[in-house]
């Protein structure tokens, strides 16, 4: 792939990040009296989720310029699946998940809120979409079985396709390319068995000719690891690897802590997100 190509990315997430930041808030007080808007960002919490994962991907949104007031939604949460729980949030996330993709789109669909078409409206009308890792898997079709199919291609797993530089299906790191700013650099990641995602040909869909490629695996071809890309009026953003993953998850896994750099990939990633076009 020629150099030229991995600059695009950057250049596209440039011009996004200058437009400014998206609406879908909620009032909050502040100093003086005064009310302010804040952004809604509701993260999925339930079978399908893995143990930790809702409340790291929380943690991450925390951190953020945005200030979200958090909330969980999910089968066994105060908040349930619903078009006016959607409706009032500028955010939607879907985090990690067990080891089985179909098992957890079977969960959600066991969900009585819950449906595809509930979330692809949602987004059609100008809301937001994180999935990360499970959540990626589930943003496209998962092969044809399923799936929020919300890209414009599929997701697919990384360890196993052609030249995959990861052996492991288990917790572990992996090195990719990251587009995300000024000039594309090799940065590690938290990994746990993440999707990669094939875009359809750009040249016959606008919505894979609008996507913004965040980081590419290091493999032949550098497939996708995290990009952007809009879905009607609102916008879709999908990671591989784990932004959210906290210093005990490393711990955990006897891996070398690379918490500074989620840090930094996941802000990039949400400003992207939630900016407007």
Same mark, same amino acid.
């Given at each position: 792939?020629?150099?030229?190509?991995?600059?695009?990315?950057?250049?596209? @997430?440039?011009?996004?990040?200058?437009?400014?930041?998206?609406?879908?808030?909620?009032?909050?007080?502040?100093? !003086?009296? =005064?009310?302010?808007q804040?952004?809604?960002?509701?993260?999925?919490?339930?079978?399908?989720?893995?143990?930790?994962?809702?409340?790291?991907?929380?943690?991450?949104?925390?951190?953020?310029?945005? =200030?979200?007031i958090?909330?969980?939604?999910?089968?066994?949460e105060? @908040?349930?699946?619903?078009?006016?729980?959607?409706?009032?949030?500028?955010l939607?996330?879907?985090?990690?998940?067990g080891?089985?993709?179909q098992?957890?789109?079977?969960?959600?669909?066991?969900d009585?809120?819950f449906?595809?078409?509930?979330?692809?409206?949602?987004?059609?009308?100008?809301?937001?979409?994180?999935?990360?890792?499970?959540?990626?898997?589930?943003?496209?079709?998962t092969g044809?079985?399923?799936?929020l199919?919300?890209?414009?291609?599929?997701?697919?797993?990384?360890?196993?396709?052609?030249?995959?530089?990861?052996?492991?299906?288990?917790?572990?790191l992996?090195?990719?390319?990251?587009l995300?700013?000024?000039?594309?650099?090799?940065?590690?990641?938290?990994?746990q068995d993440?999707?990669?995602?094939?875009?359809?040909?750009?040249?016959?869909?606008?919505?894979?000719?609008?996507?913004?490629?965040?980081?590419?695996?290091?493999?032949?071809? =550098?497939?996708?690891?995290?990009?952007?890309?809009?879905?009607?009026?609102?916008?879709?953003?999908?990671?591989?690897? =784990?932004?959210?993953?906290?210093? !005990?998850?490393?711990?955990?896994?006897?891996?070398?802590?690379?918490?500074?750099?989620?840090?930094?990939? !996941?802000?990039?990633?949400?400003?992207? @997100?939630?900016?407007?076009?």
């Open positions: 792939m020629q150099v030229r190509h991995l600059f695009a990315g950057a250049v596209l @997430l440039a011009a996004v990040l200058a437009a400014g930041s998206v609406a879908g808030r909620a009032d909050a007080p502040a100093a !003086g009296g =005064h009310r302010v804040r952004p809604v960002a509701l993260v999925y919490r339930g079978p399908a989720a893995c143990d930790g994962c809702p409340e790291a991907a929380a943690d991450m949104l925390a951190r953020q310029r945005q =200030h979200f958090i909330r969980y939604i999910g089968p066994r105060r @908040l349930r699946f619903s078009a006016q729980a959607l409706r009032g949030a500028a939607f996330v879907l985090p990690g998940g080891n089985n993709v098992q957890a789109w079977r969960d959600l669909r066991d009585p809120g449906s595809p078409a509930l979330v692809r409206d949602y987004v059609r009308a100008g809301g937001r979409y994180l999935g990360i890792c499970m959540g990626g898997y589930l943003a496209g079709s044809g079985n399923g799936g199919r919300l890209l414009p291609g599929d997701s697919a797993g990384y360890v196993g396709s052609p030249g995959a530089d990861v052996p492991t299906t288990g917790d572990t992996v090195r990719m390319i990251w995300g700013g000024r000039r594309p650099r090799l940065r590690t990641m938290y990994f993440g999707p990669y995602f094939q875009l359809s040909d750009p040249r016959t869909d606008p919505q894979a000719r609008a996507a913004v490629v965040l980081a590419r695996y290091r493999s032949a071809g =550098h497939p996708i690891a995290i990009m952007i890309v809009p879905y009607g009026r609102g916008r879709v953003a999908v990671s591989g690897p =784990h932004p959210e993953a906290t210093p !005990g998850w490393y711990t955990a896994s006897g891996l070398r802590s690379y918490y500074a750099a989620d840090i930094d990939i !996941g802000n990039t990633l949400i400003a992207a @997100l939630m900016a407007k076009r």
